[in-house]
């Protein structure tokens, strides 16, 4: 008799085995489907615009394609989650449609322990995304950030190429150069039209010379041996100034810069600092692994369906839900950013969110049927 239930034990362990791996096959499949389709899309969209990037600031196409693979690997923290949430989805769709679900409920496999595989995919998937979003992705925005730099100074520190009319950042006017010197920094024959609180300023320059604070991402040019014209609003000029030097600034760090500088810290610099947006910046990257977790649970629930409806009835309301998530992590991130929310609890009130309305809608079935039993009884 304990023969005949050791060996029903080791039966039921080596089926629940089969079981997990059929399940995570079926995982495994669709995600790199999706994540293939994803990082397609996604990289033809970056594609055109590093184009027209390297149309206005003359990189090379070597480059170019360089900082499409930084920016693929900088991206792929957001596109693996997404990718096993729809391709949970979609495997359980499959199960449900094929009516396989109902064969291993038939056969005892309880929606708890799918879960239990579903969050073996998903946990052995976090850490990946983990390792990604702490260590990989801001090495991969550093490094972007300084081929681009250094490209930019190859060509000349602000993206300016001779024999073209550049436009100012903001649209506060143009510069033109016809020739480069042999270090293309020099420059020859500067034309500068900016417009400054309802003036316009024409700067005319036999030479002139660019500089970057790499600090402050401030850029500067000296001309030498020149005339400024200032105008009123009206176009009519009333004043004309001769100069032998004259600095003037062509653009100031944006917000895209200094975006891309926050993204480009480490892990542990965004440790030790106090700054809200530093830390709305380590939190976000701490969402990605715990969102992997939490949109790989709500797959399930949401994969429920009835055979007659099709493997991929969900996959609208699963990017709905997706869309949600992603935007409240976006507005909480902002709050911190701006001291309107606490870093702590921050952006985990969004997961704690998120996280209550999977466990709520995997209980919901048995909860509702208890529910009817009691009322049937009385």
Known sequence: MRSYSVATTRAEG???????????????????????????????????????????????????????????????NIILPIALYLGTLIAFGRLYSDHEMTALGACGVSERRIVGSVLLVAGVFALGIGWLSLYVKPWAAQFGNRVRE???SLTDVSGISPGRFHELIGGRGVIYVARLGPDARRLKDVFIDSRKRGTDQVYLARTGRLYADAGTGRRTIVLKNGYRYDSGPAGSAYRVMRFRRLTTWLRRSSTDERVRKRSAMSTSRLLASSDPRDRAELEWRLSMPAATLILALLAVPLSRMNPRQGRYARVFMAILVYAVYYNLLGVAKSWVERGKLAPVPGLGLVHAL?????????????????????????
């Open 14 to 76: 080596r089926f629940a085995l089969i079981v997990r791996r059929y399940l995570v096959r079926e995982i495994v499949v669709p995600f790199l489907v999706v994540a293939v389709i994803l990082l397609t899309i996604f990289a033809s969209h970056r594609v055109a615009l590093l184009l027209a990037d390297a149309l206005s600031t003359g990189l090379p196409g070597r480059i170019i394609f360089l900082l499409l693979a930084l920016k693929l690997v900088y991206s792929l």
């Open 150 to 152: 250094q490209a930019e």
């Open 354 to 378: 998120m996280l209550c309305a999977a466990i709520g809608m995997l209980v919901w079935p048995s909860a509702a049927l208890r529910l009817r039993r009691m009322r049937a009884m009385r």
